[in-house]
């Protein structure tokens, strides 16, 4: 086993690593950047090295920097958390190099499965159902024409090293494709260095619901069951749950097949989720693969009471997998507090945290890196906190978020506590009756003069 673990990532997802760690007899290096001299996460490890200034290209990206307070410390790993560097070949490939083990895919398999279209001619080759459209890259646009005649429109064009939304565009007729081609590869070519672009089928009134899933060394591998990501904003998550609403025991049989077929076709070492398009005949096809922990693991995690990112640590280290194919008998729900004003487009909200009170009670799980007086820098992502709730049913879990949402006060700053408490009364939402456009027709109702 590991003897010290350096947590190559920020805020929440590095205190998450570190407690884990810190259970495990395992002990821990931070690392920060001047911004973040004050979060958590630096004063809940044992040692902390800062790593450059505030812009994550000079620290959170810096792979010289990470690799040397690796080696000023002696870790003899290191934990990407997500975002980051936690799905970069490169990264993986150098702690390689250095002796410090990578927990989390090899270089070899990020690559295989980070580029997208490489990763879906993967798994059709797995069998595992596809959207149907371009068989890799396509090379110009008169292609690009011939193959969404061929596939029927509308069409989804995607840049294949995309993420986020970055280098997207729905095609309804064939007039739009042209400009649509034009802005996806140029968009693409600023966000990621590559303007490869990739077509597939566009599926209507989509669920995203991913596979949780988990590998070994020995090529063995197990899912934890889904989660439902389909309340999206910009193809950012904001909210998710597990069971999925949507979800029936066939389909769930079908999609964990199809989902542990897929990782051990890869011979998949480590955590990742498996994800898929789901669509209203409950037809599932192959969207991406995420080689890394997820932001929402910890609804997996409290339906099934398995720590995912010791089950990662142990996987890392040689370590057989210990999970099983799992169905839930609990329901779990975790909403995204972001430091966001929804009443104003969501805009960033950076800035001091004046007061804050954390809700609490039975199911109800916090995850966040700050606290009053923490200062939020405009650095970074959003995102602040994690709230979790859990019970027997969706019903209970619902009610339960809503009061613990009642219970959140954050002061200082905007955040989208008020958003998703009235998430948790819209009607559709509470039905289960939502897509991944649901937020297309989502309006926040705006306070009263005595709020």
């Known amino acids: 086993m590991f003897k010290k673990i350096l947590i190559a990532n920020r805020g929440e997802i590095a205190l998450r690593v570190i407690r884990t760690c810190k259970e495990m007899g395992i002990k ?3 690392v920060y950047s001047t911004a973040d001299a004050e979060s958590l996460h630096v004063k809940f490890a044992d040692e902390a090295v800062c790593i450059g200034p505030a812009p994550s290209s000079d620290s959170y990206l810096k792979m010289s920097n990470i690799i040397a307070a690796a080696e000023i410390t002696n870790a003899d790993a290191i934990h990407p958390g997500y975002g980051f560097l936690s799905e970069n070949a490169k990264f993986s490939k150098i702690c390689e190099e250095h002796d410090i083990k990578f927990i989390g895919a090899s270089a070899d398999m990020i690559s ?6 490489t990763a879906k001619a993967t ?12 068989d890799g890259i396509i090379p110009d646009f008169e292609t690009c024409q011939k193959i969404a005649l061929e596939t029927g429109y509308p069409v989804m064009l995607k840049a294949t090293a995309g993420g986020g939304g970055k280098g997207m565009r729905a095609i309804w007729k064939e007039a739009d494709l042209k400009d649509a081609w034009e802005s996806a590869r140029k968009e693409a070519k600023a966000a990621f260095g590559n303007d490869g672009m990739y077509m597939e089928k566009l599926i209507e009134e989509p669920r995203h619901i991913e596979i949780q899933i988990v590998g070994d060394s020995t090529g063995k591998a197990c899912h934890l069951s889904e989660r439902d990501c389909s309340v999206q904003r910009r193809h950012q998550k904001l909210t998710e749950e597990v069971p999925s609403p949507f979800m029936t025991k066939k389909l769930r049989d079908e999609m964990g097949k199809a989902a542990v077929r897929a990782a051990e076709f890869i011979k998949y070492e480590g955590v990742g989720t498996i994800e898929f398009l789901v669509d209203k005949h409950r037809d599932f096809y192959f969207m991406e693969m995420n080689t890394r922990i997820q932001v929402e693991h910890p609804i997996t995690e409290q339906v099934i009471d398995f720590d995912l990112i010791r089950e990662q640590i142990l996987v890392a280290a040689g370590e057989p997998i210990t999970g099983k194919n799992y169905t839930p008998n609990l329901h779990a729900i975790e909403c995204r507090i972001n430091a966001e004003d929804p009443y104003h487009d969501f805009r960033p909200s950076p800035g001091r945290i004046t007061t804050l009170h954390a809700p609490g009670g039975h199911g109800v799980r916090l995850d966040t890196h700050v606290y009053a007086g923490y200062s939020i820098p405009p650095n970074y992502d959003s995102m602040i906190a994690k709230l979790i709730t859990t ?6 879990a619902i009610s339960k978020m809503k009061r613990a949402l009642d219970e959140f006060v954050i002061e200082g700053i905007k ?23 649901f937020m297309e027709d989502f309006v926040m109702e705006q306070p009263s003069e005595e709020d």
């Open 28 to 30: 821990t290096v931070a």
């Open 112 to 117: 295989k499965m980070g580029d997208k279209a």
């Open 123 to 134: 798994m059709k080759a797995a069998g595992v159902p596809c959207v149907p459209g371009s």
């Open 391 to 396: 019970a027997q049913t969706r019903e209970e």
């Open 415 to 437: 955040t989208t506590i008020p958003f998703h408490r009235q998430l948790m009364d819209h009607p559709d939402y509470v039905a289960g009756n939502y897509t991944t456009k």
